[in-house]
Each structure stands twice: as C-alpha cells, then as structure tokens.
Nanobody
Framework: QVQLAESGGGLAQPGGSLRLSCAASGTTLSLYPMAWHRQAPGKQRELVAVISSGGSANYEDSVNGRFTISRDNAKNTVYLQMNSLNPEDTAVYYC????????WGRGTQVTVSS
C-alpha cells in the first residue's frame, strides 16, 4: 500500500519562502512522474508542478518562476521549493502522480499572510 506524507508547510509572509517535502512508502517514486497539487478553500484541487522521471519540470502559470519541483531518488522524496509567496498560494498542498494514482495523503497547509 502506497502512503504519501507531505510536510514543510506553515505560515509565511508575502514574499517569503517555504520548502515542502513528500516522502513515500510502498513504492519507488523514481519510476513515476510526480506532481504537487494544491487545494485552496472553496476551490477544486489544481496541479501546480510536475517532474518527470528524468527530472524535467513543468509548472502552472501562476507559480512558474517562483516554485521549483525536484526529487531525490535516493531518499524516495519529492520537494517543492516555493519562493516569492503571495496570499493566493494559500492552500493545502499534496503530492501524488499527475493523475492522482495513489490515495491522497493528508497534505500540508501553507498559509501566506502578513
């Protein structure tokens, strides 16, 4: 059974940074393109960033240039470095494959506020 555990969220000021981590058990993340998704209050979950097995990345327009997705295959972990945060980034962040292959984890709350 695959379990995903997101961490690293918290409260950040506008313009600040956070680094999210996603650790997995029950699977080898390096075999899959992995993604970060987020869900803001009252909105549907949206795809934020995707990283291929080979390491190439793509981003949703609103985070392009501010967020960086990466992976450490030795640690079976995927990361999301978030810079220049703004209040519109406030959401619960989840990792999974692009299409949500596995059961969703609990996510990690990111709140951007002054």
């Amino acid at each position: 059974q695959v379990q995903l555990a997101e961490s690293g969220g918290g409260l950040a000021q506008p313009g600040g940074s956070l680094r999210l981590s996603c650790a997995a058990s029950g699977t080898t993340l390096s075999l899959y393109p992995m993604a970060w998704h987020r869900q803001a209050p009252g909105k549907q979950r949206e795809l934020v960033a995707v990283i291929s097995s080979g390491g190439s990345a793509n981003y949703e327009d609103s985070v392009n240039g501010r967020f960086t997705i990466s992976r450490d295959n030795a640690k079976n972990t995927v990361y999301l470095q978030m810079n220049s945060l703004n209040p519109e980034d406030t959401a619960v962040y989840y990792c999974n494959t692009r299409r949500g292959l596995w059961t969703w984890g609990r996510g990690t709350q990111v709140t951007v506020s002054s």
